[in-house]
């Protein structure tokens, strides 16, 4: 049943993509900014409720509604939340047009298209830099938008995969080691780092099984260990390696270019390492559907 619905959710990402209309994150968004503004507070407590009270709730629908359906009816829920929680094709949709752009010498308009997937200043950016961009987001979001969904749904069925959507949602609006949520925030980032520490290792395993494993382990050990992100860096460093490119260095943030560390080994980022780095994030999906399947009928055999 879990391989049915791990299947049903990637068939219906791949046909349907993320809603057009009424995301349910969309709901998720306002009500977690509605909560941001009854219960604020400068403290790490304060965050933690909210935190709380935001996830909690619909991580418990989650759990009753599976528990009461007809099994069966449980499984195509389950499918259901997988595949909101997954977003595989929209990292495709985003991507590729940068590829496109800077295949026809569209500089402008990969700039503004890798700007949709990067928080840095894309303004700044050569074609090198945009391509590296957007190998990046891809690497780390082969992690955050697809791995990390499927982990934790296989690991708690959809209640997992509702915790780990919502989880990663509210770091992104409050993860921020910013004035106003670097106490508020701080329950939100971690709480969204430890759900990433296993999936984000499970995704650099599989980026180096499905590339240049050995470059992928070697870049992995030696340059992970000083990227700022501790999930972010094991993934970007082994899909670098994976890939044979060089990623990281300098990018420029409100107008200030920050030093990064090196990431992988090879030949510079351009279009072609977008698509490869797109063709090796669904080679992974694909390598987890078939592994399920195979677990799933050791266990029935």
């Known amino acids: ?55 909690l709730p619909p991580v418990a629908v989650a759990w009753g509604a599976g528990w009461l359906l007809p099994a069966r009816w449980g499984v195509v829920f389950g499918a259901l939340m997988l ?68 982990f934790w749904f296989l690991l708690l069925g959809a209640p997992g995969a509702v915790l780990y959507r919502l989880a990663n949602t509210l770091d992104a609006m409050w993860g921020y080691r910013s004035a106003r949520y670097g106490r508020f925030g701080w329950a939100a980032a971690r709480i969204d780092d430890a759900l990433n520490f296993v999936p984000a290792r499970l995704t650099a395993a599989t980026y180096a099984l499905l590339g240049d494993a050995q470059r992928a382990w070697r870049c992995w050990r030696r340059q992970a260990p000083a990227w700022d992100s501790p ?31 090196v990431l992988g080994e090879g030949d510079a980022p351009d279009a072609g390492s977008i698509r490869r780095a797109m063709r090796l994030v669904r080679r992974g999906a694909v390598v987890w559907l078939a592994a399920i399947w195979l677990i799933e009928g050791y266990r029935h055999a």
């Open 1 to 55: 049943m879990t391989a049915f619905a791990f299947t049903l959710a990637l068939l219906l990402d791949a046909l349907l993509g993320e809603p057009r209309r009424a995301h349910p994150l969309v709901a998720f968004g306002a009500w977690a900014r509605a909560i941001e503004q009854r219960w604020y507070r400068d403290a790490r407590d304060a965050g933690a409720v909210a935190w709380c009270a935001a996830v």
């Open 231 to 261: 999930n972010a860096g094991p993934v970007m460093a082994a899909g670098a390696g994976a890939l044979g490119v060089q990623l990281g260095g300098a990018a420029p943030y409100d107008g200030v270019w920050e030093e990064r560390p």
């Open 83 to 150: 595949y909101l929680a997954v977003g595989l094709r929209s990292l495709g949709e985003h991507a590729l047009p940068v590829a496109d752009a800077l295949e026809h010498g569209e500089l402008d308009a990969a700039r503004s298209a890798v700007g949709r997937m990067v928080s840095r200043d894309t303004a700044m950016l050569d074609e090198g830099q945009v391509a590296a961009a957007a190998t990046e987001s891809v690497l780390e979001n082969g992690s955050d938008a697809v791995f990390g969904a499927l």
